[in-house]
Each structure stands twice: as C-alpha cells, then as structure tokens.
C-alpha cells in the first residue's frame, strides 16, 4: 500500500529555468539557447547537484571558454535570477495529500551551495516531512544510492512510496529500487495519476 509520497524539486515543485537569467541578458532568446548549449550546458550545472563545488567547476569552465569569462561567472553568481516561482497547484497538492495522511518528502538533484538560498524562499518545502538533496549527499539521481538514503534516512519500505519526477530517467531511477516512479506534467494530471494509484 501507497503510504509515501517523494517530490522532485525543479520542475515539479518549484520553476528554475536558466533562461530567465540569459535571454533578458544576451537579449536574444537564439543566443541564449546557444549559450546553454555549448558553453554553460545542464550537464555542467550537474557536477554541481553531484557535490562539486560551484568555484571548481566555474574555473574548470572558463580554462575552456575564456572569451565567456563573464557570462561564465554569471551562472553562479546570479543563480538566483534563475528561479520562478511555485508550480501552479502542487503546494496545493502537496497540502491535500498530507492532511489526508500521506507522507510527503523532497528528493533533489541540487548544489549544496544554491539549496540554501532558496529552502525558505517557498512555502511547499515547508510541507515536506524530510529531504534529501543531491549536493549534499555527493550522490544524484538516476543512480540508486541518492534514493536509498532517503529510504534509508527516513525508515521508508520502497513498495510504500511514489516518486515524481519531471525526467523519465529520474522516474526509472526510482522503479529500479522498488519505488513506484511517475513523470510529472501539471499538477491536474498528478492529481488524476497519483488518485489512480492510491485506489489500487
């Protein structure tokens, strides 16, 4: 039986989108993109959500890239110009399913630098019964030892939890350690998803 709910944090809880920094800078949504493409790529920000420190990889990049110096030192110094605000309806959802009894808990791929600069910033973490971030743990998903620790760290059995996620990586992650895994949309659809499962 369903007992625990787990939540990704970016896109899913909250809105974080590097584009709300670079497009108003470069002023040329094209430019951007290409920025965050070839020179500051997602899969750069991950070392950061796998425990480097945000220095490290700043300077590791700009031995690559120094003709970007600058924009480079941006991504982190102005970090938080990358932040939205909370996913329409899930502080609501999160709410709901609480009061109706359901644990509810945070699972995120995160730096432990830039975490703290947002964990009291908006209210749905304050619902969250523990979490558990990537950066922290040196560890991120889709490997098995980031969901482990919060089975672990909270005395949860897998086959009692769902984990949601915008990555369907992240969701498969989760079913390869017993944890039913669902791919975030909107908060309507989660709704419908999660009631499906719950009357099971």
């Keep these: 039986m369903i007992r625990n709910l787990i939540f990704d944090f970016g896109s899913v809880l909250v809105d974080w989108d590097p584009h709300y920094l670079y497009v108003p800078y470069f ?17 750069w920000n991950t070392q950061a959500d ?31 110009e990358m932040m939205g605000g909370q996913i329409p309806g899930m502080e609501e959802l999160v709410s709901d399913y609480k009061a109706r009894g359901y644990g509810v808990w945070g699972l995120t791929n995160w730096s432990r630098e830039t975490f703290p600069l947002v964990r009291h910033r908006y209210p749905v973490f ?11 743990e040196r560890t991120a998903k889709p490997g098995p030892e980031l969901y482990r620790i919060l089975l672990d760290r909270y005395a ?45």
């Design 27 to 43: 002023g040329d949504a094209s430019k951007a993109e290409w920025f965050l493409t070839e020179i500051c790529p997602y899969t």
């Design 156 to 200: 949860l059995q897998a086959e009692t939890c769902v984990f949601i996620d915008d990555s369907p990586r992240n969701a498969a992650g989760a079913e390869a350690v017993g944890i039913r895994g669902l791919v975030f949309r909107d908060a309507a659809q989660l709704r419908r998803d999660l009631d499906e499962i719950l009357s099971e």
């Design 50 to 80: 796998a425990g480097r420190s945000l220095q490290e990889i700043t300077e590791e990049r700009i031995a690559l890239y120094p003709q970007w110096e600058k924009e480079i030192r941006m991504y982190y110094d102005r970090w938080i």
């Design 126 to 136: 304050d619902l969250l019964d523990g979490i558990v971030v990537s950066g922290e």
